[in-house]
């Protein structure tokens, strides 16, 4: 048997690990991709406590978190896009119109 | 070292079972090669291999030496490391899938041990084919993309979409299938057809027609396979994704596709003929010879055929190989518990055989989809068909009380 | 050491190096197929866990349909390399000692509290038919709203990507 903390302590290795690309990658599809990456760490917190637990809410909300994480990479990726047809660059230090 | 063994026993029969069943599929794969084209060219009125071995058999050998010898040159400009991870995941992918494919419905009593055939039976069988079949996306999307040339990445474009469109009609299909099951393991879904009563009135073909024709509509365009073969068809697009592939990392695609349409058959067995159920009636025991009522005949004729050969070669392999199938006829007739095992596996090999020469077949008769017809062939029809079926078969399982 | 610890060292291992991968590569597409092998291996420990649908689910969405969105975005955008940025390296070499922290703290608050969550009777498998139950009678009302929220993006999607009429 594995203790839960295990699990807990993988999701939050991955959260911070998501948050880390989030703030240093440059390329607006690669931040994207750190998003899912952090939505996962915490598809499997939620996965580690319904077993924990002994309940199923936990799967029946991850359920839920992938068909939300589906249907936003499916209008964050048509939004960058437009950002690439717009800017005609993937870089997000392109992007800085209301930059002072 | 013996009490080791003992003890992990079942790791290892685990293993040779794997390294049994690999070497079985990519035989079959290679004489797969060697019956479609054999069949395609006798549908054509010419004659097919027939030069290298007795009636062409050696010609797959022919060809896999071909394939490991011949020049394997690498594109400038590639992503080398996607330039090289997609055959293989294609090839590992569709290899994978075999592994939870059940054959038989008895265990062999092996070292005092239950083996079944069939590497694992997974709760999830089902879902896990599905879900192998959604990462071979990959394969083909990575490998027209890091071929860094403008037909492979069209190719490749087109075939992922076209592959993408129709998982969705593929997985619709089946729920129909599922729901009178209520469950995804492949055994289950074999039992739920084995109906005292009925008989081959039980099996899912009857009330799931409709899901059927889906179903194997959908798994040809996920095979890309004729008639949903424009992607890689040599007159479109040179030769689609894998053009820039040449010798041993194109024989990886081409194992993986033919693979993938053994996967298919199989499935299609399982799910809607009742895989390893025989279509008579368990009374007509007279049935049980029925192996060896084809393999005997066969075998004799395998032997006269050869005996006036044009080659001397085929004039000593041919009788060797048929008198082995009659030996082998002989054998199950000899061996009664041995031809009552044999029963399960030698239904659910005949129904693959058959969906193999379908697929087979359609190469050698259909013409090609284009590609916006097939698009909207997909989305627009195969999708509420399917959907439309899985809306009438949980009406029907509710109104009749049914359901658990 | 049981197998089942062995296991879900192995898978978590592969996790945390897909997630480093992800930010070490320079290539979008290098990085997609470092999530890629994140998911699958968090598919696998929900395998391990028990939670066997929501392994399919996850290989079947997450691997099979999302990221292929991501593959199929980053070839048609053509998307290169990633290029010489003028920030501050300072700046990264301040940030990477702040983000182990930031993990550091995360984990000890859990592993501090590990005596508290505890698996009050082993995890058994969860059937299938349990959760499309829950699914379907205690949580119906958020899956209708999903199935409208799915509405609602694909819709979106296709305005956004629409080419502009000339």
Known sequence: MVPTHYYLILSAILFGLGVVAFVFKRNIITIFMSIELMLNAVNLAFVAFSQALNKLDGQVFVLFVIVVAAAEAAVGLGIIILIARNRQSLNVERVDLLKL | ?404 | MNPPLLVFFVLAAMAVIGAINLILQRHPIHSALSLIVVMVALAGLYLLMGAEFVAAVQIIVYGGAIMVLFVFVIMLLNAGVEEHTNASKLAALAGVPLAVVLMGVLAATVAGSADRVQVLTPGSVAPTKALANLLFQDFVYPFELTSFLILVAILGAIVLAQREKA
């Open chain 2, 1 to 404: 070292m013996i009490d080791f063994l003992a003890q992990h026993a079942d790791i290892l029969i685990t293993l040779v079972k794997i390294a049994l069943l690999l070497f079985i599929v990519l035989t079959v794969n290679a004489y797969l090669t060697w019956f479609e084209r054999k069949v395609v060219a006798h549908m054509q009125s010419r004659w097919g291999p027939h030069r290298v071995g007795p009636h062409g058999l050696l010609q797959p050998l022919a060809d896999g030496a071909k394939f490991l010898l011949k020049e394997d040159p690498t594109p400038a400009g590639v992503d080398k490391f996607t330039y090289y991870l997609a055959p293989l995941m294609a090839l590992a992918l569709a290899l994978t899938s075999i592994a939870i494919i059940p054959f038989g419905p008895d265990p062999l009593r092996i070292f005092g041990r239950d083996v079944y055939l069939g590497i694992v039976d997974l709760n999830i069988g089902l879902l896990a084919l599905f879900a192998i079949t959604a990462l071979s996306v990959y394969g083909v999307a990575l490998a027209g993309w890091s071929s860094n040339s403008k037909y492979p990445l069209l190719g490749g474009l087109r075939s992922s979409a076209q592959m993408v469109s129709y998982e969705l009609a593929l997985t619709m299909s089946v729920v129909g299938v599922l729901l009178s099951a209520g469950s995804f393991s492949l055994r289950d879904i074999i039992g739920a057809q084995a109906s005292p009563k009925l008989g081959v009135l039980g099996w899912n073909i009857f009330p799931q027609i409709l899901g059927f024709l889906c179903f194997f509509v959908a798994a040809v365009a996920e095979t890309n396979r004729v008639p949903f073969d424009l992607p890689e068809a040599e007159s479109e697009l040179v030769a689609g994704f894998h053009t820039e592939y040449a010798s041993f990392k194109f024989a990886m695609f081409f194992i993986a596709e033919y693979t993938s349409m053994i996967t298919v058959s199989c499935l299609c067995s399982i799910m809607f003929f009742g895989g390893w159920l025989s279509p008579f009636p368990a009374s007509w025991t007279f049935t049980h010879f029925l192996p060896s009522a084809i393999l005997i005949p066969f075998g004799l004729w395998v032997i006269w055929d050869g005996i006036r050969y044009e080659t001397i070669f085929g004039r000593i392999i041919l009788p060797g190989l048929g008198t082995v199938i009659t030996a082998l006829g002989a054998l199950l007739i000899v061996f009664p518990a041995v031809n009552e095992f044999i029963q399960g596996p030698f239904w659910l090999l005949s129904k693959i055989f058959v969906f193999l020469f379908v697929y087979v077949w359609m190469r050698g008769t259909l013409p090609r989809f284009r590609y916006d017809q097939l698009m909207s062939f997909g989305w627009k029809l195969l999708l509420p068909v399917s959907l439309a079926n899985a809306v009438i078969t949980a009406s029907v399982i509710l109104v009749r009380g049914g359901g658990h």
